[in-house]
């Protein structure tokens, strides 16, 4: 099969089949876990169960007629993608975008990937000496997002496929409240979604990272702490008051001035955060935290989000 036939199987642009095979070359894959062993596994990575009963169920057996030779060919080589960059810390995406609804190995191929990457993850882990509870924690990023998407009917998926090739590459570590996120010089902080964002536990959070940082990657010299999003929007501070956790987090930072980002629409972002819908109409989106009730109000006035940046010193 070339890739042009690949492609049309796939039903993708061939150029995005191209970019895998330049950057998954004959470099190569890693094994998939046993299937025995998958069930513990999953829960660890905190999945939930039915995500957990799809992943199962789409399972690449050697003999699934689920698997057609063009998806297994987009497994390897994506697999291969991936941990060609291991170590690696900037945006990849692991693959083209798959229309999800043709079955469940459509669905879930990239979760498949994360799977077999799991074990090399941990060996980069090992090889920094980073604890098994961290990157256990870290990695475990899959089952919260599969169930994010799965509460978003399915549309946040194609940001979740890039993401998580930070976890498996060993960029990104989630210690305590935030994921601290390799740069150059700079950590960058994520804020998952696991409840309140307070000021002890982001603390207690940022002083893990001072410690682990040089630990683990002493050839790295960080100076700063970094973020970039939504909730650093100055704007909040019109709305939320003064106590919210979002504005004492957003105090800490100094914002860079402000530029719009290329290829993200800042609304968009704030609705897939705090609605977890992109498509609902704004009159029909729920009103019930002082939060929701300003981002509508803000849209309806005409008015837009920003995506903000900002740092301060370690
Ligand atoms: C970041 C986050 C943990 C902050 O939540 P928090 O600690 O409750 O924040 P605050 O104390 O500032 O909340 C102030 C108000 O806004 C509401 N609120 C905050 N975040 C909300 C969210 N994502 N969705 C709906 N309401 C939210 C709170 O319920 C509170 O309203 P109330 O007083 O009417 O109950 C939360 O927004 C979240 O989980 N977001 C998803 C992840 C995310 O956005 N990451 C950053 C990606 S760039």
């Known amino acids: 099969m070339d890739l042009e036939e690949i492609a049309a199987r796939l039903g993708v642009p061939v150029e995005e089949v191209e970019r895998v095979h330049r950057l998954a070359g004959?470099?190569?894959?890693?094994?998939?876990?046993?299937?025995?062993?998958?069930?513990?596994?999953?829960?660890?990575?905190?999945?939930?169960?039915?995500?957990?009963?799809?992943?199962?169920?789409?399972?690449?057996?050697?003999?699934?007629?689920?698997?057609?030779?063009?998806?297994?060919?987009?497994?390897?080589?994506?697999?291969?993608l991936v941990r060609a960059d291991l170590g690696g810390h900037g945006w990849l995406p692991p693959g083209p975008e798959l229309d999800r609804d043709r079955g469940p190995a459509w669905r879930h191929l990239y979760v498949y990937a994360y799977l077999a990457l799991v074990d090399v993850a941990m060996g980069y882990h090992r090889e920094h000496g980073v604890a098994a509870d961290v990157s256990w924690a870290t990695l475990a990023d899959l089952g919260r997002n599969l169930a994010i998407d799965r509460r978003m009917d399915r549309e946040g998926w194609p940001v979740m496929q890039s993401w998580l090739t930070l976890h498996a590459r060993g960029g990104l570590y989630q210690l305590g409240r935030l994921q601290h996120h390799r740069g150059d010089s700079a950590i960058s902080l994520h804020i998952p979604d696991?409840?309140?964002?307070?000021?002890?536990?982001?603390?207690?959070?940022?002083?893990?990272?001072?410690?682990?940082?040089?630990?683990?990657f002493p050839d790295e010299h960080y100076t700063t702490f970094a973020c970039g999003s939504w909730l650093l929007d100055p704007q909040l501070l019109e709305y939320l008051p003064e106590d919210s956790n979002i504005v004492r987090f957003q105090r800490r930072f100094e914002l860079e001035p402000y530029e719009a980002p290329e290829g993200l629409d800042p609304d968009v972002e704030v609705l897939r955060f705090v609605f977890r819908s992109l498509t609902t109409p704004l009159d029909r989106l729920p009103r019930d935290t002082v939060l929701r009730r300003a981002v509508v109000d803000h849209l309806e006035a005409g008015r837009h989000w920003q995506w903000r940046r900002g740092t301060f010193p370690i």
């Open 194 to 216: 696991a409840g309140p964002l307070t000021p002890e536990a982001v603390t207690a959070s940022l002083d893990e990272a001072r410690a682990f940082f040089p630990r683990h």
């Open 26 to 80: 004959d470099r190569p894959s890693a094994p998939l876990p046993a299937k025995s062993d998958v069930p513990e596994m999953l829960e660890r990575l905190a999945v939930r169960p039915d995500d957990a009963a799809e992943i199962m169920a789409g399972w690449p057996d050697p003999d699934s007629p689920l698997w057609t030779p063009e998806l297994r060919w987009l497994l390897d080589r994506s697999i291969a």
